[in-house]
């Protein structure tokens, strides 16, 4: 078997030693003369196409380098520029990678004064309730499941929040509910929501809760319970010490009686 052989770039040295044709077009390009550093090199790109790099020195392009791509023409002798570009190295510093605005979003990042865009294909949403005529039916969809609105919360969406929920402030792992011996689910404070949402959540009403008017795991909880109480504990004053005085008893015989 007959071990395949790298084929080598051709040297050549008209455009390899066009230095000053490469560092003057990087100059031109940069603006400031100075932001084009030391030659760092010239690699054969293909025949009669040459790269040379120069450092970028400009304040916050550390590892950066301008590449000046020349060429020439067949038996020709000079160097034409066909491109020049500022490319990263392997240390380059580097601005992370483009994320869209709904994906770089946070719960916190919304102020006061701040409207977001409308996404009308957000997975967390489905159409709502449209009237159907029906009494019955319109008065249980509109006015106690809250329906009549242009969408309401997808199954994806409920279980986001949830989750979101119960791994958050809410839960049973906030550091508020890990150090209570007792629950919300048992606090008569605690209001449950509507929907499968009630199953695992509800609101706190209790003024002197950290977590008043937020939404409350059933398994969270906190030092302000309705039936947490101080277990009662005798006085702290040192109880009396008890004993029997011990008396001499001295034995009489009773009087006599006298004669009647």
Known sequence: MVAATKTRK????????????AR??????????AHVGEHLGATVDAERLVSHRFAAT??????????????????????????VELLPGDDAILAPEWLPWS?????GDVGPTDILPFKA?????VPGFVATGDEDVD??????????????LSQDGIAEAAQRWYDGEAGPRAPQATG???DCLTCGFLVPLQGSLGQVFGVCT??????????????????????????????DWPAPTTGVEQLDVEVTAPPEQPEQ
Request: charged share 25%.
């Open 10 to 21: 051709p040297k050549d040295p008209i455009l390899e030693g066009a230095t000053d044709v």
């Open 24 to 33: 003057a077009a990087a100059e031109e390009t940069a603006d400031v003369a």
């Open 58 to 83: 400009m304040p916050g392009y550390r590892g950066w380098h301008w590449t000046v791509t020349l060429a020439r023409v067949p038996r020709g002798r000079a160097a034409t520029v066909c491109e």
């Open 103 to 107: 994906e770089r979003l946070q719960p």
């Open 121 to 125: 294909d957000d997975p967390r949403l």
């Open 139 to 152: 008065v249980v969809a509109i006015e106690e499941l809250a329906l009549a609105r242009a969408r309401v």
């Open 180 to 182: 209570t011996p007792e």
């Open 206 to 235: 209790n003024p002197w809760s950290p977590d008043d008017g937020k939404v409350v795991s059933f398994d969270h909880g906190c030092g302000a319970h309705s039936e947490t109480d101080v277990p009662a504990h005798p006085s």
